[in-house]
Structure formats: C-alpha cells, structure tokens
Antibody
Framework: QVQLQESGPGLVKPSQTLSLTCTVS??????????WSWIRQPAGKGLEWIGR???????NYNPSLKSRVTISVDTSKNQFSLKLSSVTAADTAVYYC???????????????WGQGTLVTVSS | SYELTQPPSVSVSPGQTARITCSGD??????AYWYQQKSGQAPVLVIY???KRPSGIPERFSGSSSGTMATLTISGAQVEDEADYYC???????????FGGGTKLTVL
C-alpha cells in the first residue's frame, strides 16, 4: 500500500517561496499511470486543489494559483515537490500531497493522501 | 471559474438517512467524487465515479448523480460518520479540478 509523507519548513516569511516535498513509499513514483497532487486547506476552511504532475513531467495547475505554483518530480528519490512563490498570510494552510488514479473516463482523482503538514506564513 | 455547491451543514439522528447534495453545471458529463474528513485527519475517498464504493468503505455509503446534482447518501448514519464531506469533480473541459465547499454532517 503506497504511503505519502509531506515535509518542509513549517514557517515561511511573507513574499518568500514555500517549498514542500512529498516522499512516496511502498511503490515507485514512476510506475503505473498516476498523477501526483498537492491540495491545501486553511484552518477551518475547505479543500483547495493546487495542482498535479505526471511522472513524464506533464502538469496541471489550479488557474487561480498557476502564476505562483511549480510542481516537480524527482524519480530518483521517489519524491515530488511543490513551490509556491510570493506567499502571503492567505497561503497559511495544511498542505496535503496525494496520488491520483485515472477513472474510467481517463480523468484523474485523488485516492491516497499524506497526513498533511501545516505551513504558516508569518514574519 | 467552475464551482460545486454544497449545503454547509446537514444534521440527522443516529439510524436516520443523511443526504448531502452537490450541484455543478458539468456534473451531467463529469463524475462526482466524495471525500470524508474527520477532525484533524486527512480526507478519505468514500465514493468515486458517482456511485462506486472503494474497498473498506461501509455499505451504508452510496452515491448517485442526476442532471446537475450529485448526492451522497448515508443510510443508517452512525455517530462515527460525523465529519466534513466534500464533493469533487472537474469542469466540462476536464482540466480544472474543484472541491465543493464542504458539508458538516452532525449525527446526534
């Protein structure tokens, strides 16, 4: 059973770049037809889909965050990463990584999730 | 931008049937998914492709979709089903993924 674990700084200063890594265990990140996703959730609020990456490097981002988001994959380390630039307090949230599987129509949905990591944007 | 609309809250007594709705213009053409999130935990998929139940999810959880509305039904809701429930889908292009605003289910 694949497991995902987020890691990275818990505190980021405003205007800086938030960087998180998701380590995948229990399977190779490059095997199978999977996308690897990031989702976030501000305290007391709903889920917001950030984006995802295929192991080929193909990406799909939330249009509202696209100008600030970069998702990359490192198959040698079995990891994928999130970078969010020019952060503000509004980016304070629990960030989740997840694996996305294809449905019968060929579109993807998130199945396995990490436990989440809290990132606070504050000076 | 595309939106999925859910009621903020639903409340039922134990043993009753809980129904949580999700409306979206693209739902006639796109599948709906449902996630359960208990306090302090990561979301868990409870329904995929409108009505399919992942392994390990109790049979009391079911899903349906008709027109622009998808519905999560919990038949005989139990206290342990108290959680936030989120619907999830894509816009008509399939490129933009969205979550609904979430519905807090209270069972008491």
């Amino acid at each position: 059973q694949v497991q995902l674990q987020e890691s990275g700084p818990g505190l980021v200063k405003p205007s800086q770049t938030l960087s998180l890594t998701c380590t995948v265990s229990g399977g190779s990140i490059s095997s199978g037809s999977y996308y690897w996703s990031w989702i976030r959730q501000p305290a007391g609020k709903g889920l917001e889909w950030i984006g995802r990456i295929y192991t080929s490097g193909s990406t799909n981002y939330n249009p509202s965050l696209k100008s600030r988001v970069t998702i990359s994959v490192d198959t040698s380390k079995n990891q994928f990463s999130l970078k969010l630039s020019s952060v503000t307090a509004a980016d304070t949230a629990v960030y989740y990584c997840a694996r996305a599987l294809p449905d019968s129509s060929g579109y993807y949905y998130e199945t396995n999730w990490g436990q989440g990591t809290l990132v606070t944007v504050s000076s | 931008s595309y939106e999925l609309t859910q009621p903020p809250s639903v409340s039922v007594s134990p043993g009753q049937t809980a129904r949580i709705t999700c409306s979206g213009d693209a739902l006639p053409k796109k599948y709906a998914y449902w996630y359960q999130q208990k306090s302090g935990q990561a979301p868990v998929l409870v329904i995929y492709e409108d009505s399919k139940r992942p392994s390990g999810i109790p049979e009391r959880f079911s899903g349906s979709s008709s027109g622009t509305m998808a519905t999560l039904t919990i038949s005989g809701a139990q206290v342990e089903d108290e959680a936030d429930y989120y619907c999830y889908s894509t816009d008509s292009s399939g490129n933009h993924v969205v979550f609904g605003g979430g519905t807090k289910l209270t069972v008491l």
